[in-house]
Each structure stands twice: as structure tokens, then as C-alpha cells.
């Protein structure tokens, strides 16, 4: 019986130290991406920086229809697709 406990309490911390390390790598990344961005993209055109604009609008509103749409028309199906609607054109 205590051998099964000190597995647990292994697993359950490399579980955890495994957990933190993906938060801190995400954090690091989504810290380090407006620098690499904003250096790397330092001499591009308008139109380029418009395009990446409108592919990263395009990504996010993708995510939303697949993650958030559904979830706000099985609890409110009346007003959540003229709010949907009226939030991109006020976009």
C-alpha cells in the first residue's frame, strides 16, 4: 500500500511540474511573440501588416465559431446571432 501511494504522489507532481511548464512556456511565448513581431515586421508594407491583421481577425473569429457560437445559441437562441452579427460589423 505505500509503495502505490508514493506513485501517486510521484505522478501527481510530475503531473503538476509538467502543468507549470506548459503555462510557463506558453507564457513566454505569448511574451515573446509582439517583440519577435514588432522587430521582425519593423519594415514591412501596409498592405503586408493588413494582411496578417486580417488573416489574425480570420483566426479569431473561426475560434469563436467553433468555441463560443454553439455554446451561446444552445443557452440563448434568440438574440445570440443578431448579437453575433452586430459584434462583427462593429468590428
Given amino acids: 500500500m505505500t509503495v502505490i501511494l508514493v506513485i501517486i504522489v510521484t505522478s501527481a507532481s510530475q503531473i503538476a511540474g509538467a502543468a507549470i511548464g506548459v503555462w510557463a512556456g506558453t507564457a ?8 519577435l513581431g ?23 473569429v473561426a475560434s469563436l465559431a467553433i468555441e463560443v457560437f454553439p455554446q451561446a445559441f444552445r ?7 443578431i448579437a453575433a452579427a452586430l459584434g462583427l460589423i462593429l468590428a
Avoid: N
Wanted: glycine share 10%; proline share 3%.
Fill in 75 to 81: 443557452e440563448d437562441h434568440k438574440l445570440s446571432g
Fill in 38 to 60: 514588432y522587430y521582425a515586421l519593423a519594415g514591412v508594407s501596409d498592405t503586408t501588416l493588413s494582411f496578417i491583421s486580417c488573416f489574425a481577425a480570420g483566426a479569431v
Fill in 28 to 35: 513566454a511565448l505569448l511574451a515573446g511573440a509582439p517583440l
